[in-house]
């Protein structure tokens, strides 16, 4: 009954307007990081990072299984931050498969972008989300990253596939195994990745998004002031 819809991203508009046309705009959160953070090469052990709340739908599971597999993990740890009602579970686990050394459980962390700006590989496997602030701070950052179509209507508006981050299947624990590997020792690819997600700045940037949610209520009030 609505006069004006705003959605995030194209699949949420999709999945209300899928079979009929609405009066809809489409804009996605800004990316909101200081200017002086900036991705910091790090050297030694391969640093992987998640950011979430330590829920089912996360899958965080699924990462610590992958994470386990990979040949990245004898160089590799893993720093979760988050917190939510798997922690104790996601604990277990990470003690069954010994990785207690190589996991970290970092909590809910202000600034988060501070803590993982020299990250190697960021990972978000959720099976859903809206606009997920935390890959489009990592995209900015430069790190390269690995996701699901986790968006409304199994989308991913961020995310081209090995462009500028890799996409893998929902909870299938050989694709990420294959795709940390894959960023963790090939370079070039990598640095591929990482040079194009950080064009989301621009794309994102505050004072483009906005602009263009001022032009959409302008258009609104337009509209009101004509009928």
Do not use: W
């Not at 002086?36 to 699924?62: P, W």
């Amino acid at each position: 009954k609505c006069n004006y819809m705003l959605f995030q991203s194209k699949g949420a508009a999709d999945f209300y307007f899928k079979e009929k046309k609405g009066k809809y705009e489409i804009i996605p959160n800004p990316c909101l990081l200081p200017p002086m953070c900036c991705k910091q090469k790090k050297k030694g052990l391969i640093k992987i990072v998640s950011t979430s709340r330590l829920a089912e739908e996360k899958n965080l599971d699924i990462l610590l299984a992958a994470f386990r597999r990979c040949k990245a993990c004898e160089q590799a740890e893993l720093f979760l931050y988050g917190e939510g009602n798997k922690e104790e579970e996601l604990k277990r686990q990470t003690y069954k498969l010994d990785l207690d050394k190589r996991v970290h459980f970092q909590g809910k962390v202000d600034n988060v972008f501070k803590q993982i700006k020299d990250a190697d590989i960021f990972v978000l496997v959720s099976s859903n989300e809206g606009m997920p602030n935390g890959l489009i701070e990592a995209m900015a950052l430069g790190i390269p990253c690995i996701t699901t179509n986790c968006m409304t209507n199994n989308t991913n508006s961020l995310v081209k596939n090995e462009i500028n981050g890799v996409i893998v299947r929902k909870r299938n624990i050989d694709e990420l195994t294959k795709a940390i590997d894959r960023l963790a020792f090939d370079k070039k690819f990598a640095d591929e990745i990482s040079k194009k997600a950080k064009k989301i700045r621009e794309d994102l940037s505050e004072k483009h998004v906005n602009k263009r949610i001022y032009d959409f209520y302008r258009k609104i009030l337009r509209n009101l002031e004509e009928s």
